[in-house]
């Protein structure tokens, strides 16, 4: 009998799928990337033709060593990874590494992909074997080589220019140009006031309506047409005294037709919603989904592969979901034919189908037992989208009433609209949302009425109105646009958007991104310096080119050294480039939001505090800020973004608060070098807490001081270990902590209402990845052996930007030096120098212990 190593990529997975295969297969997962880009200078090197150096860590050499020894005693290796471009690329390391070790020989090697983690699916893939996908590969390799080149040679363009700024990437930096480019917008705009004139009415039953300004004066009035209070109160008094009467009844049968079943990017964007989940919350949840939840003693995937951008059902599943809805909703709401969908979004690849349950007789309700809170939410919503992608259409019945209003000479007309759902179809399971206008408006239900009939007036109301701005983008909009334009693909928007946040480019607030003065000043640079690789059509373009590759319609390496050839030159244009060249480029560019017009109409670049200096920008370790010429004399500072003396109340000294009810010290709100935060008490052993991200010091009040003084705070003991779990408020937002275990928590508000399931659960989760301890800095470049001391110099990238380290020394590179051109000379000068500044000595290599001289005899003979 034919023996089978079977190689998936998540542990659950694993053990699913061989419960199923049986005991002639071995079933082995590779937990994600077994080998990756190593994070220092020269892992992609163009000059070698885009020769790649990957690096595989502890824990994957020891599940690969699993792979291997199980793959001796075997016949056959099948890679099952997942179906898409990352499951291709994992499957092709493995193949790769196990040619590399000699150990396949003759074996043959299928390919096979899971679309569901069901029985009858993997017996079906396990049947249908095919070969690596290369072009697929190639794709990988050439967005791989891309984000490298991109991030390690962009970043430390910002480490010399700007310092504090922390990365670029080539699609980070677009979607963060999005967020700052609306920001800009909403603090351009300007509102414009307008007037609404309603009148309330009643037809001759005595039910009520409402009616808006439609014409006056032989002119039509539009939403927005009525700019002024004298023009609104001419038309009111014209209404008030007038007499009214329908004169048209116009009603139009219409229909509205159900959605596509979930994409990635739908999904992401209905879970924002309707439940409030992130981007990488939905991925979370809907990957247990996927990979299998224990219903009655066997383990089931329930939802199909959740990264697609396809929106077809396979014509298999369609009769089930049809006999679905004539049994939950009956015969009438089921449509003569399947529906059948296409995409609209740009470059999509519907490499595979949409999201749907893959049992649709599983409603939710049949198995909310066996699922948490989350799980049943989420499936409840792919359950629905699914049915009601296929349920007949809704008839509404759209009517439109003019009432003509006159008052002597004088002749106004009035329009009201309403909407009567005639038969609700696909609405029934699924209700989509709607504009604003169509809700306001249209969804309204009219009484009866007949033309020429007479209505009645209860009242007339003009009310004031100013446009609003653009609104700011929440996860759900921002990845409508990303979508839109083609930026990105579905499986990437997660991990940009936490990108954005992680790197302090950005704050979600209220669930909807404000760029932080990083991410403005960052994004001002790009497009002041490197213009062409932030923009929009540019990068949707370049995300064409790798979806040909994919095709196999371009070779990757030409594709690659057509983007290397000019985006090095672009680097190479600036590397002369001064800090203080950088500051007056950008004090232009951002000079609307850094140095807003004054009340009094002054000079808005004269220092408030002073009157003598000029305000410019300024870079720090923690982003950018407005600081006065005159420093150190002046110490007027203020946030990027902030009107007028922000900071100033508190630089000139601690603001008091109130007394702690415990210690009677005094509380206080003050300003240091990193930027805001609270104290307690004066001196060494005062207790601090510093302001987190989206927390404003003016909102700050005594009982926000004291819970920020209170972390961190006790969560609980864990269930498993007995150890305590601890929740705070560290440099990179807020965190639970247990065992040097750190797991992030969506808001700082968290922080102090987190329980213990939650703690628990988001600890598991980043374990689970692999992460959360503490790690060291990034190695940039190896520069080799210390001459005296021994052991090896090298260049990192540390917290706070790049330095050189020879064992415990750090030594931080100047400004204006690029990490990457540092020579081993120029690091133990540094080294030397910041060991003796620091009173240390660099350790001087041990000399080999001389052996004991033999003892002379004591007398020749």
Not at 83 to 104: C, F
Not at 131 to 147: G, I, K, Q, S, T
Not at 545 to 558: F, M, N, P, R, V
């Amino acid at each position: 009998m034919t023996t089978s190593v079977v190689v998936v990529e998540s542990p659950a997975k694993a053990k699913t799928i061989n419960k199923y295969l049986g005991k002639n297969y071995t079933v082995l997962a590779s937990v994600g990337h077994v080998r990756d880009l190593p994070s220092k200078d020269g892992s992609v090197r163009p000059d070698e033709d885009f020769a790649m150096s990957w690096t595989i860590d502890s824990k994957s050499k020891t599940r690969l060593n699993d792979i291997a020894k199980a793959l001796k005693n075997a016949d056959k290796l099948v890679l099952a990874t997942d179906p898409d471009r990352e499951g291709e690329a994992i499957s092709w390391h493995v193949l790769e590494i196990l040619k590399q070790k000699k150990l396949l020989k003759d074996k043959p090697v299928e390919r096979v992909v899971f679309n569901a983690i069901t029985k009858k699916a993997i017996l079906e893939a396990m049947e249908n074997p095919r070969e690596l996908d290369v072009p697929l590969v190639d794709a990988y390799l050439a967005r791989r080589a891309l984000d490298y080149l991109v991030g390690f040679t962009l970043s430390p363009v910002l480490w010399r220019k700007l310092p504090g700024a922390r990365s670029a990437g080539r699609v980070q930096s677009v979607a963060l140009r999005l967020i700052c480019d609306r920001e800009q917008e909403i603090e351009a705009f300007k509102p414009i006031e307008y007037w609404s004139i309603t009148t309330f009415l009643a037809n001759q039953g005595g039910q009520k309506f409402e009616a808006r300004i439609a014409e006056f004066d032989g002119k039509k009035i539009g939403r927005q047409d009525i700019s002024n209070e004298a023009d609104a109160t001419a038309i009111k008094t014209m209404l008030d005294g007038s007499a009214f009467s329908i004169s048209k009844i116009e009603s139009k049968p219409t229909k509205r037709h159900p959605a596509a079943p979930f994409t990635t990017s739908t999904l992401q964007m209905d879970a924002s919603r309707k439940l409030g989940f992130s981007a990488s919350r939905t991925m979370q949840v809907a990957q247990r989904l996927y990979e299998g939840i224990d219903i009655g003693g066997e383990t089931v995937g329930l939802i199909t592969y959740m990264r697609t951008d396809g929106v077809q059902i396979t014509p298999e599943a369609i009769p089930s979901i049809r006999g679905q809805i004539g049994k939950s909703y009956g015969d009438a709401y089921v449509p003569e034919k399947p529906r059948y969908y296409s995409t609209k979004a740009k470059n999509a690849q519907e490499a595979h189908e949409a999201i749907r349950p893959t049992e649709i007789s599983r409603s939710p309700q049949s198995i909310s037992k066996y699922l948490d809170e989350e799980q049943k939410k989420l499936y409840d919503l792919i359950w629905k989208r699914t049915i009601a992608s296929q349920m007949a259409s809704a008839n509404i019945e759209r009517t439109a009433v003019d009432i003509e209003a006159r008052n002597g000479p004088e002749v106004a007309m009035l329009r009201a609209n309403g909407s009567v759902i005639r038969f609700d179809g696909f609405l029934k399971a699924y209700e989509i949302p709607q504009a604003k206008k169509d809700e306001t408006e249209n969804d309204k239900k009219l009484p009866p009425m007949e033309q020429g009939e007479n209505v009645s007036k209860d009242s007339v109301e003009a009310k004031q109105h100013f446009t609003e701005p653009p609104p700011r983008y929440s996860e759900a909009s921002l990845i409508r646009k990303m979508e839109e334009i083609g930026i990105g693909r579905p499986s990437t928007y997660a991990a940009t958007l936490a990108t954005l946040q992680n790197r302090d480019y950005v704050v979600l607030e209220k669930k909807r991104f404000i760029p932080d003065s990083k991410g403005r000043v960052v994004t001002s640079f790009l497009e002041s310096f490197f213009g062409r690789y932030v923009e929009y059509d540019f990068t949707a373009s370049l995300e064409e080119q790798l979806d040909k590759i994919s095709a196999g319609e371009l070779q990757w390496k030409d594709v690659l050294s057509e983007f290397w050839k000019q985006f090095s030159a672009s680097v190479d244009d600036i590397k002369d480039l001064r800090v203080t060249e950088v500051l007056d480029t950008l004090n232009v560019e951002l000079a609307a939001v850094a140095f807003p017009e004054r009340e009094d109409g002054g000079d808005p670049r004269s220092c408030p505090k002073c009157d003598a200096g000029q305000l410019s920008l300024k870079v720090g370790r923690y982003g950018a800020f407005v600081g006065c010429s005159n420093y150190p004399e002046c110490k007027f500072t203020r946030q990027l973004g902030s009107n007028g003396e922000d900071d100033a109340s508190t630089s000139d000294g601690p603001k008091i608060l109130g007394q702690d009810p415990d210690t009677d010290e005094d509380v206080t709100l003050r300003s240091g070098r990193f930027g805001p935060y609270v104290q307690r008490g004066e001196g060494k052993e005062a207790k601090r807490g510093g302001l987190p991200k989206g927390w404003s010091p003016s909102e700050i009040d005594f009982e926000k001081a004291l819970r920020l003084l209170s972390l961190p705070r006790e969560v609980g003991n864990h269930p498993e270990s007995g150890k305590i779990i601890t929740a705070g408020i560290g440099r990179y937002g807020p965190f639970v902590l247990h065992e040097g275990l750190y797991a992030n928590l969506d808001s700082p508000e968290e922080v102090f209402s987190v329980g213990l399931n939650r703690a628990v659960t988001v600890l598991a989760e980043k374990l689970a990845k692999g992460g959360g301890k503490r790690r060291g800095a990034a190695s940039l470049k190896e520069l080799g052996e210390h001459p005296d001391a021994g052991g090896p110099v090298t260049v990192k990238d540390g917290r706070y930007g790049p330095y050189v380290n020879h064992g415990k020394i750090n030594a931080t590179l100047p400004r204006d030096k690029e990490p990457m051109s540092v020579t081993l000379e120029e690091a133990l000068e540094m080294i030397a120098a910041k060991a003796a500044k620091g009173g240390k000595k660099p350790a001087k290599k041990k000399k080999p212990a001389k052996k004991p001289a033999k003892k002379k005899a004591a007398a020749k003979k």
